[in-house]
């Protein structure tokens, strides 16, 4: 009788091992695809806000053009007779989870945007032709979100 309580113990024990293996993978698998969900809002939102710095600049009533100074001026551009939205909300970073962006600044000026969280993308091919800089990264700061395909002076 006693050996037979062995067995069962002992099997007891290899499944509970087999069954924290699983839920370990399970658990890996579910944060990949929460990283591959994340990297596609960084997609989005950091398209969204090069578009709408792009629009702001070409917006700019006279021969001078200007870039925004902030990115609450791509939500409210009052610059000409009739108020623009360029852009509907301001996208918090989903790589840092904060509503702070990195600027990439061409004087006073913002021309781009970039993440301020860490981490090596889990998408490393396949970007958009504006987006080739993307491809290798090892960081998600170094996605880099232009206004313009490439802008002289522009700095961190």
Known sequence: MAFERGFTYLG????????????????EVWQRVAQREREEQLLFAGRAYARAIAAYHAATPGDVKQWPRNLEDLILDRRNFATRHHLRQLYPDPMSGKQEWGLIKAGEGIVGVYSTGRGKPLKRANFLESESSFVGANDYRDWRFHAMPRVEGALR
């Open 12 to 27: 007891l024990l290899f499944a509970i091992a087999f069954l924290g293996l699983m839920f370990a993978g399970t658990g």
